[in-house]
Each structure stands twice: as C-alpha cells, then as structure tokens.
Nanobody, 119 residues
Framework: QDQLVESGGGLVQPGESLRLSCTIS????????VGWYRQAPGKQRELVAT??????????DDVKGRATIYRDVGMDGMDTVYLHMNSLKPDDTAVYYC??????????WGQGTQVTVSS
C-alpha cells in the first residue's frame, strides 16, 4: 500500500499563507482523487479540497477563494499534491490530512500535519 506523507504545517499569524505538501510513495495516477481534509479539536473531520485524476478541483465553501489544490512532481521526484492557503484565519486551525482514493476501493490516509493560526 502506498504511503502519504504530509508536511508544511506550523504556526502562522492570521492573514498569512502557507503551503501543505502531500507526498505519495507510488504513482498518483493509481487514484481517482486526492483530497485534503482537516479536523479541529472537538469537531468532525471535514473535506477542504479535492483534485481529481482528470484535473478538476473542488473546494469547501469556507476556503473558496483562499485555497488552491494542485499536483506536481516534487524535488525528490515523487508525486505530490499541494494545498496552498492564504488569508488564514484562526478557524483554519486544525490537523490537516491527505487522502487518496482509487477505483479499486483503496483509501489511503496520511498521518496529518498541524496548522495553527494565532497571533
């Protein structure tokens, strides 16, 4: 089974930007969709953004206009899905998870990366 490794989280101030990375150990083309989810303390995990195999993207209403999801090959030569977010707000504070789903029923999660937005 492939592994997903997230990185890029940290402490940022309101209004700042950050870029999260999800590195996939195998080929991203095995999956129909790769998404970023987040879970804040005491809340359910929610979908933030998805990129589909053929290219379309989808965003949650509260990040539309502030988030961009895209795929590329990282400097290490591995398929990577990025989530760039700007105008960050304290409500964006959460653990962010990467998820990849394939047509064969595969459903792979990363370990998560913490994003804290605070002054």
């Amino acid at each position: 089974q492939d592994q997903l490794v997230e990185s890029g989280g940290g402490l940022v101030q309101p209004g700042e930007s950050l870029r999260l990375s999800c590195t996939i150990s195998g080929s991203i083309d095995r999956y129909n969709a790769v998404g970023w989810y987040r879970q804040a303390p005491g809340k359910q995990r929610e979908l933030v953004a998805t990129i589909f195999k053929t290219g379309p993207t989808k965003y949650a209403d509260d990040v539309k206009g502030r988030a961009t999801i895209y795929r590329d090959v990282g400097m290490d030569g591995m398929d990577t899905v990025y989530l760039h977010m700007n105008s960050l707000k304290p409500d964006d504070t959460a653990v962010y998870y990467c998820n990849a789903r394939g047509g064969d029923g595969s459903d792979v999660w990363g370990q998560g990366t913490q994003v804290t937005v605070s002054s």
